[in-house]
């Protein structure tokens, strides 16, 4: 699968401060694009409209595209604008309550890059707000979050046993008017190839103000640590976020001068995530021009697959994954379950879950009909454990 001109536009697109040499490349692609539809569908759906809008008024070739699209990358930006404002006054009235009873909060991801990456809430998009606390102050936070109207949203579960084998990294998202709250004590679930030390992320966090509000923030090697791994969580079961490899490569483009890839990587080994996270790097350097030295993309591009790349060409199409590789995620974390029969009680979980998460999963009209869709998820199944075999095999 190779990328078309549209595709390349799309992708030259995500930086907030692309160089003079790289406007040029946009304006050259401009007068490739044969499927402006497509083009527009693509670039909204990825997330990476607003920043397209934003440069407009620097391309020479912005009068080609048609008004209608400019119209509707314009519109993306400013509905960006009213979600992002308002989850940042409600992020601002929780940050304050927290701090008022002395519980420190790191601002993740969106909440956080918005107004500190790119520095115009239009230009990066996020549906909801992570705050890592202390795992002492998680209960506390739900209560406030009580308090101020919040509550939990309950999530389908497979079963109550396979639920029981993880350990919590965030609570049950927590929701008021449409506004979504999740409360993190971790980074990531126990099991996963690497292992960022919570420890070590409090540590390291340094202050930052998000909308007025006195914060914390993952410190930038932790940053875009953090940003490799959950877009590798995501990359795994086929729902990749493209906001994601946008921060990647824009941390990377702004932190240029200076950027100690020394430190980065000794970081990336004290937290056990070398390979996965430079396989990511290598990525957004291949396909976003994200500024990475010749030395790095030698020793690591081994890790940057022809399997991945394949991946990578069908989430930008938007051509998602089955529930094959979400399955296999079940049976890489098989191995932290203990004792045989508690493996035996997970995989029947797994496999025979409840009817309403099947309904759900598999969008079933009639309830009478779920018998039959779970051959479908056996099969799916069986599909999920070839998939990790030949990925284990290929290691």
Not at 85 to 103: D, H, R, V, W
Not at 263 to 292: D, H
Request: net charge neutral; with cysteine; hydrophobic share 40%.
């Amino acid at each position: 699968m190779t990328l078309s001109h549209e595709d390349k536009l799309i992708l030259s697109s995500i930086k907030i401060n692309p160089s003079v040499s790289e406007l040029e490349q946009i304006d050259n692609l401009i007068l490739e694009v044969k499927d402006w539809d497509y083009l527009t569908k693509t670039i909204i759906d990825r997330g990476i409209a607003p920043l397209l809008f934003k440069k407009l008024p620097a391309l020479k070739n912005s009068s080609l595209i048609p008004d209608a699209v400019q119209a509707k990358l314009q519109q993306t930006y400013y509905i960006t604008i009213s979600r992002g404002t308002l989850l940042l006054n409600y992020f601002q009235q929780i940050a304050k309550e927290f701090s008022n009873q002395g519980i420190p909060v790191i601002a993740l991801k969106g909440v956080y890059l918005s107004e500190n990456l790119y520095h115009d809430i239009g230009l990066r998009q996020f549906s909801d707000i992570d705050l890592l606390v202390h795992e002492e102050d998680g209960e506390r936070c739900l209560d406030i979050l009580r308090n101020l109207g919040y509550r939990a949203v309950s999530a389908l579960k497979l079963s109550e046993f396979v639920s029981s084998q993880f350990d919590i990294v965030h609570y049950t998202p927590m929701v008021l008017h449409g506004v979504s709250i999740e409360i993190h004590i971790k980074l990531h679930r126990k099991g996963e190839k690497y292992n960022l030390l919570t420890s070590e992320v409090w540590k390291n966090a340094m202050p930052v103000t998000v909308n007025k509000c006195n914060v914390l923030a993952l410190e930038n090697n932790d940053l875009l640590i953090h940003l490799c791994a959950h877009l590798d969580k995501h990359f795994q079961v086929g729902k990749v976020q493209f906001t994601c490899l946008s921060d990647i490569t824009n941390v990377l483009n702004e932190n240029v001068e200076g950027f100690d890839w020394g430190a980065f990587t000794a970081s990336c080994r004290l937290y056990k995530s070398e390979e996965v996270i430079f396989k990511y790097i290598v990525l957004v350097n291949k396909y976003m021009n994200a500024p990475v030295p010749i030395d790095v993309i030698n020793k690591y591009s081994y890790l940057l697959t022809e399997e991945t790349e394949q991946q990578f060409f069908k989430y930008l199409k938007g051509v998602g994954s089955s529930g094959t590789i979400s399955l296999s995620s079940h049976f890489y974390y098989l191995k932290e379950v203990r004792t045989f029969s508690n493996k035996v009680r997970y995989l029947l979980g797994v496999l025979f879950p409840p009817k309403d998460f099947m309904i759900e999963r598999y969008k079933v009209k009639y309830s009478s009909l779920v018998v039959f869709y779970y051959p479908l998820r056996w099969t799916e199944g069986i599909r999920g454990v070839v998939f990790h075999l030949k990925k284990s095999w290929n290691k």
